[in-house]
Protein backbone atom coordinates (compact mmCIF):
# COMPACT_ATOMS: atom_id res chain seq x y z
CA UNK A 1 0.00 0.00 0.00
CA UNK A 2 2.04 3.04 -0.97
CA UNK A 3 1.67 5.92 0.74
CA UNK A 4 3.84 9.54 1.91
CA UNK A 5 6.56 8.44 4.97
CA UNK A 6 6.92 11.15 7.58
CA UNK A 7 9.21 11.36 10.39
CA UNK A 8 9.60 12.03 12.97
CA UNK A 9 5.72 11.87 13.99
CA UNK A 10 6.23 14.43 16.64
CA UNK A 11 8.72 16.07 18.10
CA UNK A 12 9.49 18.30 21.11
CA UNK A 13 12.43 21.13 21.21
CA UNK A 14 13.58 24.04 23.06
CA UNK A 15 13.59 27.34 21.16
CA UNK A 16 16.75 28.30 19.25
CA UNK A 17 17.03 24.33 18.42
CA UNK A 18 17.26 22.97 14.88
CA UNK A 19 14.37 20.69 14.01
CA UNK A 20 14.78 18.83 10.87
CA UNK A 21 11.26 16.91 9.20
CA UNK A 22 11.88 14.25 6.71
CA UNK A 23 9.59 12.72 4.19
CA UNK A 24 9.74 9.99 1.73
CA UNK A 25 7.46 10.77 -1.03
CA UNK A 26 5.37 7.80 -2.97
CA UNK A 27 7.61 6.03 -5.39
CA UNK A 28 7.02 7.48 -8.60
CA UNK A 29 5.76 11.13 -7.77
CA UNK A 30 7.63 13.73 -9.37
CA UNK A 31 5.70 16.18 -6.87
CA UNK A 32 6.13 17.24 -2.92
CA UNK A 33 4.57 19.48 -0.92
CA UNK A 34 5.18 21.05 3.01
CA UNK A 35 2.18 21.73 4.69
CA UNK A 36 1.51 23.48 8.12
CA UNK A 37 -1.69 22.95 9.88
CA UNK A 38 -2.74 25.37 12.90
CA UNK A 39 -5.82 25.56 14.18
CA UNK A 40 -5.46 29.69 13.70
CA UNK A 41 -4.19 29.37 10.10
CA UNK A 42 -5.49 25.83 8.63
CA UNK A 43 -3.43 24.29 6.22
CA UNK A 44 -1.25 26.71 4.55
CA UNK A 45 1.47 26.19 1.53
CA UNK A 46 4.85 26.07 2.99
CA UNK A 47 6.81 24.96 -0.43
CA UNK A 48 6.77 22.50 -3.17
CA UNK A 49 9.10 21.00 -5.54
CA UNK A 50 8.56 19.34 -8.57
CA UNK A 51 11.31 16.58 -10.17
CA UNK A 52 13.34 17.98 -7.19
CA UNK A 53 13.26 21.43 -8.09
CA UNK A 54 12.07 24.06 -5.91
CA UNK A 55 8.86 26.03 -7.79
CA UNK A 56 7.53 27.82 -5.09
CA UNK A 57 8.56 28.35 -1.38
CA UNK A 58 6.68 32.04 -0.98
CA UNK A 59 5.13 30.43 2.09
CA UNK A 60 7.92 29.52 3.90
CA UNK A 61 9.86 32.01 6.42
CA UNK A 62 13.13 32.19 4.71
CA UNK A 63 14.99 33.64 7.49
CA UNK A 64 14.49 30.31 9.52
CA UNK A 65 13.00 27.44 7.06
CA UNK A 66 14.47 25.77 4.72
CA UNK A 67 13.50 22.97 2.35
CA UNK A 68 15.24 20.38 -0.06
CA UNK A 69 15.04 17.39 -2.07
CA UNK A 70 18.82 15.51 -2.05
CA UNK A 71 17.01 13.30 -3.82
CA UNK A 72 13.46 11.70 -5.23
CA UNK A 73 13.51 9.63 -2.25
CA UNK A 74 13.49 12.38 0.29
CA UNK A 75 12.39 16.09 0.95
CA UNK A 76 13.43 17.78 4.13
CA UNK A 77 12.19 20.32 6.06
CA UNK A 78 14.83 22.24 8.38
CA UNK A 79 13.70 24.84 10.95
CA UNK A 80 16.62 26.75 12.46
CA UNK A 81 16.31 28.70 14.78
CA UNK A 82 12.94 27.25 16.33
CA UNK A 83 10.61 29.37 17.83
CA UNK A 84 7.74 28.18 20.21
CA UNK A 85 5.31 30.19 17.07
CA UNK A 86 6.38 26.76 14.58
CA UNK A 87 4.69 24.88 17.19
CA UNK A 88 2.16 23.19 14.24
CA UNK A 89 1.53 19.89 12.77
CA UNK A 90 3.44 19.63 9.39
CA UNK A 91 2.38 17.69 6.45
CA UNK A 92 4.46 16.30 3.51
CA UNK A 93 2.27 15.77 0.49
CA UNK A 94 3.14 13.99 -3.24
CA UNK A 95 1.22 13.60 -6.37
CA UNK A 96 1.86 11.71 -9.67
CA UNK A 97 2.94 13.27 -13.03
CA UNK A 98 -0.18 14.86 -14.77
CA UNK A 99 -2.56 13.76 -11.80
CA UNK A 100 -4.19 16.31 -9.99
CA UNK A 101 -4.69 15.01 -6.41
CA UNK A 102 -2.30 14.82 -3.90
CA UNK A 103 -1.26 12.01 -1.05
CA UNK A 104 -0.43 13.34 2.51
CA UNK A 105 1.36 11.89 5.21
CA UNK A 106 0.60 11.53 8.84
CA UNK A 107 2.32 14.82 9.71
CA UNK A 108 5.08 15.24 11.96
CA UNK A 109 3.72 17.05 15.19
CA UNK A 110 6.06 20.01 16.43
CA UNK A 111 5.96 21.36 19.68
CA UNK A 112 8.51 24.09 20.61
CA UNK A 113 8.99 25.31 24.11
CA UNK B 1 -6.57 38.72 -2.20
CA UNK B 2 -7.25 35.20 -2.65
CA UNK B 3 -10.02 33.74 -0.28
CA UNK B 4 -11.37 29.79 0.17
CA UNK B 5 -14.06 30.09 3.05
CA UNK B 6 -15.83 27.16 4.08
CA UNK B 7 -19.23 28.28 5.35
CA UNK B 8 -18.75 27.37 9.11
CA UNK B 9 -16.48 25.83 11.47
CA UNK B 10 -18.68 22.82 12.79
CA UNK B 11 -21.65 20.98 11.40
CA UNK B 12 -24.04 18.76 13.69
CA UNK B 13 -26.68 16.72 11.91
CA UNK B 14 -28.76 13.28 12.67
CA UNK B 15 -28.02 10.06 11.12
CA UNK B 16 -29.66 9.50 8.27
CA UNK B 17 -29.98 13.04 7.19
CA UNK B 18 -28.19 14.90 4.36
CA UNK B 19 -24.95 16.77 4.83
CA UNK B 20 -24.36 20.34 2.90
CA UNK B 21 -20.78 21.60 3.50
CA UNK B 22 -20.01 24.76 1.22
CA UNK B 23 -16.86 26.07 -0.39
CA UNK B 24 -16.79 29.98 -1.40
CA UNK B 25 -13.85 30.94 -3.31
CA UNK B 26 -12.57 34.51 -4.41
CA UNK B 27 -10.34 35.92 -6.51
CA UNK B 28 -9.37 32.56 -8.14
CA UNK B 29 -10.40 30.97 -11.84
CA UNK B 30 -9.59 26.89 -10.48
CA UNK B 31 -9.68 24.61 -13.37
CA UNK B 32 -10.84 21.74 -10.57
CA UNK B 33 -11.80 21.76 -7.23
CA UNK B 34 -11.20 19.13 -4.81
CA UNK B 35 -12.22 17.98 -1.59
CA UNK B 36 -10.86 16.12 1.30
CA UNK B 37 -11.41 14.12 4.17
CA UNK B 38 -9.30 14.28 7.70
CA UNK B 39 -9.60 12.49 10.54
CA UNK B 40 -8.05 13.84 14.17
CA UNK B 41 -4.40 13.27 14.42
CA UNK B 42 -4.35 12.08 10.24
CA UNK B 43 -3.43 13.39 7.01
CA UNK B 44 -6.23 15.00 4.98
CA UNK B 45 -7.28 12.17 2.28
CA UNK B 46 -8.84 12.80 -0.97
CA UNK B 47 -12.08 12.09 -2.11
CA UNK B 48 -13.28 13.99 -4.96
CA UNK B 49 -11.97 16.15 -7.69
CA UNK B 50 -14.76 17.91 -10.30
CA UNK B 51 -13.79 20.16 -12.76
CA UNK B 52 -14.46 23.94 -13.85
CA UNK B 53 -17.07 22.17 -16.69
CA UNK B 54 -18.20 19.64 -14.58
CA UNK B 55 -21.42 20.72 -12.93
CA UNK B 56 -21.76 17.73 -10.61
CA UNK B 57 -19.85 14.70 -9.58
CA UNK B 58 -20.91 11.59 -7.61
CA UNK B 59 -19.43 8.74 -5.46
CA UNK B 60 -21.36 6.39 -3.65
CA UNK B 61 -23.01 8.56 -0.96
CA UNK B 62 -20.95 11.50 -1.75
CA UNK B 63 -22.20 14.65 -4.24
CA UNK B 64 -19.86 17.72 -4.83
CA UNK B 65 -21.35 20.64 -7.24
CA UNK B 66 -19.52 23.29 -8.95
CA UNK B 67 -20.64 26.60 -9.74
CA UNK B 68 -17.88 29.09 -11.65
CA UNK B 69 -20.25 32.01 -11.68
CA UNK B 70 -21.36 31.76 -8.00
CA UNK B 71 -17.73 30.87 -7.08
CA UNK B 72 -19.08 28.19 -5.32
CA UNK B 73 -18.89 24.08 -4.44
CA UNK B 74 -21.18 22.47 -2.60
CA UNK B 75 -20.60 18.76 -0.60
CA UNK B 76 -23.08 16.90 -0.15
CA UNK B 77 -23.05 13.55 1.88
CA UNK B 78 -26.49 11.73 1.86
CA UNK B 79 -27.53 8.81 4.13
CA UNK B 80 -24.99 10.20 6.71
CA UNK B 81 -23.18 8.06 9.27
CA UNK B 82 -21.80 8.54 12.29
CA UNK B 83 -18.31 6.98 10.93
CA UNK B 84 -18.76 10.21 8.21
CA UNK B 85 -17.55 12.49 11.31
CA UNK B 86 -14.54 14.31 10.17
CA UNK B 87 -13.35 17.45 8.92
CA UNK B 88 -14.05 17.97 5.56
CA UNK B 89 -11.55 20.06 3.79
CA UNK B 90 -11.83 21.75 -0.31
CA UNK B 91 -9.18 22.58 -1.78
CA UNK B 92 -8.21 25.09 -4.77
CA UNK B 93 -5.55 25.07 -8.49
CA UNK B 94 -4.13 28.40 -7.69
CA UNK B 95 -2.42 27.98 -11.93
CA UNK B 96 -5.77 27.52 -13.16
CA UNK B 97 -5.11 23.43 -14.34
CA UNK B 98 -1.66 24.45 -15.76
CA UNK B 99 1.34 21.67 -15.11
CA UNK B 100 2.04 23.54 -11.86
CA UNK B 101 -0.69 23.13 -10.02
CA UNK B 102 -0.38 24.52 -6.49
CA UNK B 103 -3.52 23.31 -3.84
CA UNK B 104 -4.75 25.55 -1.36
CA UNK B 105 -7.22 24.22 1.31
CA UNK B 106 -9.82 26.16 2.83
CA UNK B 107 -10.07 26.04 6.73
CA UNK B 108 -12.70 23.05 7.18
CA UNK B 109 -15.49 22.36 8.19
CA UNK B 110 -15.86 19.91 11.12
CA UNK B 111 -19.00 17.16 10.38
CA UNK B 112 -20.38 15.79 13.09
CA UNK B 113 -22.88 13.02 12.66
CA UNK B 114 -25.36 11.96 15.52
CA UNK B 115 -26.54 8.47 16.36
Known amino acids: DARVTQTPRHKVTEMGQEVTMRCQPILGHNTVFWYRQTMMQGLELLAY????????DSGMPKDRFSAEMPDATLATLKIQPSEPRDSAVYFCASGGQGRNTIYFGEGSWLTVV | SQKIEQNSEALNIQEGKTATLTCNYTNYSPAYLQWYRQDPGRGPVFLLL?????KEKRKERLKVTFDTTLKQSLFHITASQPADSATYLC??????????????FGKGTLLTVNP
Open chain 1, 49 to 56: FRNRAPLD
Open chain 2, 91 to 104: ALDQNSGGSNYKLT
Open chain 2, 50 to 54: IRENE
